[in-house]
């Protein structure tokens, strides 16, 4: 067999050598409704709850399911709202291979499109990414159930209550845990600059991480605030698709150089992150805001090459208001016109402004609640990430006590400060996924420990039937 069923096949053979996956140890109680508790609902069905839902799998955790609002396939940002070319990334990442070679993004690409292509590859397709991503998710058989939507979470002393609406209307769903991968818009949503008036959408404007009708733009003078990688890919769709020119006005007046993330993926980091006292955490967060990341150097050339591009460096835009059929900028020194703005800003991290957790949010532990930096390193705009346990899961604010919110583990770039990129790139997902799975076994065991003593009790295999020394009594 060849190809991507050979892959499989392989693939299957390896997880046979390795016992994996065990068969499920857990022992859940009924649930309100009489049924026993689903062990781990896992939200959203993008590149982490996968590999969640693979780790914890290989950990015999598999009284489990995954949701995604998205239609199968279109999980994430990758062929949705990415607009780059290929991944940002380098194509030797094994992905969320969890240890496994037939599960590396290789071995997929390889099987797809053979060897030479392999050799011949600079960068990773945004489509191949999620081609693969596919087949991790069908070939271990993850339950993932799509087009459903979780719209709040209410913890309580023994489990979590999912609201859940989908195609069939809506329903609730106990689990005894609960892993929040919403992705990185998922935790805080877009981050809009004061001054940009919201009237603006959706016909004047978007963020990057919107859908924009690229029809629309042909022959218009188009605004990108901001110089990240999305920005930078923005300005390049927008000019490639027709706009007659595309001005960038960038705060800065020098583009970050060096991009620290790749300097810092590594298992040290990955690994030892979570342990640090917050200090620590705290140093290394700051720093990484503070220089920020280069956009690629591809997503560089890409808007370069295109007639009509202009930077302007050094220039915050202050305001951004409606005038005529288009609108108006304010900068330091001048104004600008525009047809069209797109905010290339990044995303927030607040969970007061994630509808699923809003109601829970003003319980839920913040860095700025837990930990104040001495002046040189106070950061307010970092403030807001959540103060998690070594396991991600959410914390109680001081002073108070919510049953169940440690039952709620947040899998999503939003855990950067407490843990580290360990749920925010592709390079981290494994680390990451590894460490969730592990605590969370842990943790049913040492709940289940009652039932778990029991069966053992129970367990009842005559070893010694068939030798001199084999006691039927001892087996009633
Ligand atoms: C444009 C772009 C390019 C990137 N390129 C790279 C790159 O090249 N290399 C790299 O290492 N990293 C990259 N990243 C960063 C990171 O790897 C991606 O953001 C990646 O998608 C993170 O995976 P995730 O599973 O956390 O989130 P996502 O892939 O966004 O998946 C989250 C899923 O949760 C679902 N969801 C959210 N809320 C709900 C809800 N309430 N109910 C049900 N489902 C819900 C969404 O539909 C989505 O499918 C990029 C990020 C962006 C935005």
Known sequence: MTGLAGLEAELHRDLARLLLPPANWTAPPPGPDGAPLLDVLVIGAGMYGLAAAAALTFKGLRNLRVIDRAPAGR???????????????PKHLPGIALGLPALTFRAWYEARHGAAAWVALTKIGNADWQDYLRFVRDALALPVENAVELRALVPSAGFVTARLAGPAGERVVHARRVVFAPGRDGTGGPVIPPGIDPVLWPDRAAHTGEAIDLTRLRGKQVAVIGAGASAWDAVATVLEAGAAGCDMYVRRAVLPQVNKGRGSANPGFFEGWGGLPAAEKWRLLAYQYDVQSPPPHESIHRALACAGFRIHLGTPVLAATPAGTGLRLRLPQAEASADFLILGT?????????????????????????????????????????????????????????????????????????????????????????????????????EDIGAIHARLEAFAEPELEGTPFFDRAAFG
Not at 78 to 83: E, I, L, P, S
């Open 346 to 446: 990044g995303y927030a991290v607040d969970l007061a402004g994630v509808p699923p957790l809003a109601a829970l949010a003003p319980r839920i532990a913040t860095w700025a609640d837990m930990y104040t930096p001495p002046p040189a390193w106070a950061r307010p705009a970092l403030g807001g990430y959540p103060w998690l346990g070594e396991d991600f899961a959410l914390v109680d604010k001081p002073g108070l006590a919510t049953p169940g919110l440690g039952r709620i583990h947040l899998f999503a770039h939003a855990a950067f400060a407490s843990l580290g990129a360990i749920a925010s790139d592709i390079p981290g997902a494994a680390a990451g996924a590894e460490r969730l799975a592990h605590r969370l076994a842990a943790a049913f065991f040492a």
């Open 75 to 89: 999980e994430g940002p990758w062929v949705t709202t990415a607009r780059m070319r290929t991944l940002r990334s």
